[in-house]
C-alpha cells in the first residue's frame, strides 16, 4: 500500500502498539514525533510504518485521506486468519492480525467454543480462542509464560473479547474463575516488563526510579514488589508490596494500598503509562 505522506511516497504496513509502549514513546517522541495510532480495544492501539519507521502525528496530518482509512488499506491485502487447533488460533503475521483487530467480524469463530477473545501478547504471537473454552485459555497463557521467559518485547496481557461486533475487555475473573491465579500471574509478569522498559526512559539524578520486581511464594501466588529508600524522591510502580529500606538499615514491608494510605496527600499518582506515584523526599544519594 502507498500513500502520500508530506511530499513523499512510502509504502506502509501495520503497527501493532499496547498502552504501555505508547505511554514510553510518549517520553522519548512526544508531540508530533508520537507514533499516530487508532484505538482498538482494551490496550491495543494500531499505527503504521513507512520505510521503516513509524507514521508519527505529524505525518498523518498530511495525509490526503483520514489515517483509519489509509491503515485499513494497509492490511487489506493480509492473508487469510489461520486455521484452530484445539481452540486456539495463532497467528504470527502482524498484518494478519491488525486486519482481524480492525475488523472484528472477519474473524471466523466457527471452531471456537463462545465468542472470540484475543490476546495481543506480542506483535508476532496473536492468540485467539473462545470466551468459554477454558482449555484453550489455559493454553493461552502458557504462550504468554514462554513469550515473558525467551525475553522479546511484550504488547499486552490483558484480553479482549467481541461483543455486537466490537472490542471490549474480557471479564475473565467473571467468565473463568478458575483460572484468577493465572491469569493474574501473566498479568504481572508482563507488567513488570512494561515497568523495566520505562525504567530505562524515565533515569534522571533527582529521583529514583524503583524497580518492579518479581516474587513467587511458597503457595505459588505471584507477587510483585518494589523497594522505596525511606526519604528519598521515588517514582514507585504500581505493585503488591512495597519494601521500606530506613537509612538505619531496618526493612519493614507494606501493601501498595498501606503505603499510599500511609503517604496521604504527599504521594502523587503521576500521568505516566505504565502507571507510578511519585514519593517526595530527597534526591537519591549518589
Excluded at 502507498?2 to 511516497?9: F, H, P, S, W
Excluded at 494478519?96 to 483487530?101: E, I, P, Q
Aim: hydrophobic share 50%.
Amino acid at each position: 500500500m502507498t500513500d502520500a505522506v508530506g511530499n513523499l511516497i512510502v509504502s506502509a504496513v501495520p503497527r501493532v502498539y499496547g498502552a504501555s509502549e505508547l505511554g514510553v514513546l510518549s517520553l522519548t517522541a512526544p508531540g508530533d514525533a508520537h507514533p499516530r495510532v487508532e484505538y482498538v480495544g482494551g490496550e491495543i492501539f494500531i499505527g503504521l510504518d513507512a520505510d521503516g519507521a513509524a507514521v508519527t502525528q505529524g505525518q498523518a496530518e498530511d495525509l490526503a485521506r483520514p489515517f483509519r482509512e489509509v491503515v485499513a488499506d494497509a492490511v487489506g491485502s493480509s492473508a487469510a486468519q489461520p486455521s484452530a487447533d484445539g481452540g486456539v488460533i495463532v497467528i504470527d503475521d502482524e498484518s494478519t492480525a491488525s486486519a482481524l483487530l480492525l475488523d472484528p467480524t472477519a474473524i471466523d469463530d466457527s471452531a471456537l467454543a463462545g465468542a472470540p477473545v484475543v490476546f495481543v501478547f506480542s506483535r508476532s504471537r496473536v492468540v485467539i480462542v473462545g470466551a468459554e473454552d477454558e482449555g484453550a485459555v489455559a493454553r493461552a497463557l502458557d504462550l504468554a509464560e514462554e513469550l515473558f521467559e525467551a525475553g522479546g518485547p511484550l504488547v499486552s496481557a490483558h484480553p479482549i473479547v467481541r461483543v455486537d461486533g466490537a472490542w471490549t475487555p474480557f471479564p475473565w475473573r467473571e467468565a473463568l474463575p478458575a483460572l484468577a491465579l493465572r491469569f493474574e500471574r501473566v498479568l504481572r509478569l508482563f507488567s513488570v516488563r512494561a515497568y523495566e522498559a520505562q525504567t530505562v526512559v524515565l533515569q534522571r539524578p533527582d529521583v529514583h526510579i524503583a524497580e518492579a520486581k518479581i516474587r513467587v511464594l511458597e503457595t505459588g501466588v505471584t507477587t510483585t514488589f518494589a523497594a522505596w529508600p525511606q526519604g528519598t524522591a521515588t517514582l514507585l510502580p504500581v505493585v503488591d508490596n512495597v519494601i521500606l529500606a530506613d537509612p538505619s538499615g531496618s526493612i519493614s514491608v507494606a501493601t501498595m494500598d498501606q503505603f499510599l494510605d500511609a503517604g496521604g496527600e504527599a504521594i502523587v499518582r503521576t500521568g505516566l503509562s505504565p502507571a507510578r506515584y511519585f514519593v517526595p523526599g530527597d534526591a537519591p544519594r549518589s
